[in-house]
């Protein structure tokens, strides 16, 4: 491949970018520039023009899909030679310098789920996963466990974040929140790691900071790598950043490539000030602007730059696009979250009817609890539309929805010994093994396996099991909420699950449960106030009714095994659902961006500080710029609760693109009122009481 070969489809900017082999260089790219492809040829004519040794050639990337695409890329460009490129996750190549320059043996801890043919790799492992290390901490010191009062998920971010912004751990003000327990559970985390010879992704890097201070190691690894390239620059930290000045030295071969309009993983510890700012470490930073957006209309550009303008941190760059002017975006307006849902599926099967593929629409969220709704809807009997969900989870098998379930499931059938024994660990109660398998045979032996009857007899429990007092105060408690649920029924109020999560503190208990461990406490309580709408919604007033509500739970589960498509599977025409976190670099025809309102985008903890407002703003931005033809946002007026209905406003966001939309109201429904009051709860929930 020569050099015209390699720049003949370049634009005059990605030109400038792919020639220059030396030098420190911050490419800033817009969505939709082609970034990938410019830094794939700049590769190849770094090698076959100046030929530059590709063994020479380091490339960081954030993710093992992203690594791959551009081994694939190159290869494709190459051949054999871009096999020689080393390109690595920066956990990745610290593995691998670690490996190579010490003695040591890394015990990398897991993250999360380990893999059944990959469990032979920890098995001299004190604790295979950062989960077990949490257990053991809450099992040595509850007190300060619980006091904390976060969810383990949420302190492995914090603490993640705290080693790579290197944050002073000795401010606890400001680096654990004021919250001191925090701070305790840190240093016992610490230690337990240190103790057992263990490491988390956060300690390899600093690992290998700490190499990089030894001299010789440095000049070899320099002598290897003599020209760095760090894709997705906008989400590096403190840490990494250092790692890499130390690798590139006085030659400062450095090409950073990234968009700070597109910076969203500060909760994971990533600093947008490290590209915005690039040039107060480097003198010479030689900057190119990579503008042309060969991917979205004209309207949805002019939306997208209006948006991101009211951001006052920021480098300076205006995307434009040589692309048709475009039709006008679509500003769907709903009564409420069922609505919107009805109405964002309605108008996917007018786009199918008119000969659109459904893989080339994606309905786009800020939370993934906000799917639940849509794919409710998708399920119906009478839409039916294949889907496939990024990061997929059974909602309704998730461990904080199921126990609420096992509490309804056991109202309806006081035999089910298996919602019994979910119910008493969600949240946990402590009771042993053996008293919950003496409640259970109790209950057959003298009501028929009627469970709620038998701890109903405080008198029969003392008597026939092994419970203590504290148990005892449990069952009664348990007894009183299960008695003022039948109070309710009996005066056909729909407060039953409020009932539930009010008596037993559910959303605190199961966000310091086991269960719950990989859960942030925020996504928990997304996933909770989802399931409660869905309940509220289908207003439950007698136990025919809730029979019913739980019949339609078991279908639609049913439902979804048939019609959610494996993420893998990428030849069934199914439409994507997605956050934005996970469609970031991703583009489509036609997205749907769904819960455009206030506290839901931006999210209400969020918009109160302006740096977190603005990378809210920044994620806005990510969701507009996927869409290649048509983009819809989603509003409504309305949340239901449990003490009835609330009024929302606009997300702040719609304004701030200062674009004529065109509006469609809740009025345009195919469907009257009157004819989804009729629909029975058997097929689906009612929309609007």
Known sequence: MNENDILSTLNDKQKEVAVLGEGTIRVLAGAGTGKTKTMVHRIAYM?????????EILVFSYTNKAVNEFRERIHNLLGEKADLVNIHTFHAFANKILKTYTNENFKILADGFIKPEDLYRYKDYAYKTRDEVFKSIRKDDEFT??????SAKDMMLLFDKIKERKFDINDVEHTFLGNVYLREIYKMYNEKLQ???LYDFADLLIKLNELLNKKDILKKIREHYKYTIVDEFQDTNDLQLEIINKIIGDDKNLCVVGDDSQSIYAFRGANVNLIIKLGSQFNDLKTINLEQNYRSTKEIIKASNNLIEKNKNK?????????????KIIKIKAS?????AQFVVEKIQELKASGIKYSDIAILYRNNSQSQIIQERLLRDEVQIPYRVKDPSNFFNRPEIKGLLSYLRLYIDPTDASSFLDCMMKPARYFSKVLLEQIINLAIVKNNGDILKTIKDIKLLKKNTSANKSNIAAIEEINDMYDAISNSLKRNENNILETILTRTNYIKGMSLSFHCMNTPIEELKNNIGTFSEIFLNADIKNSTELEGFMIYINNLDEKAKRLQIPDSDKTTDAIQLSTIHSAKGLEFPYVFLIGMVEDVFPNYKLKKIEEDLEEERRLCYVAITRPMKQLYLSTYDILLTSTGISFVDESRFIKEMEVDMEVLDSKDFKKTKNELDNLNLDEILIIEN
């Open 47 to 55: 090698i076959n023009v100046l030929n530059i040794n590709p063994s």
């Open 145 to 150: 466990y619980k006091n904390a009062g976060f």
């Open 195 to 197: 103790k057992n010879g």
């Open 315 to 327: 480098a300076d760059k205006i995307i434009w696009t040589d692309n048709i002017e475009g039709n």
């Open 336 to 340: 409420n979250k069922f609505e919107e």
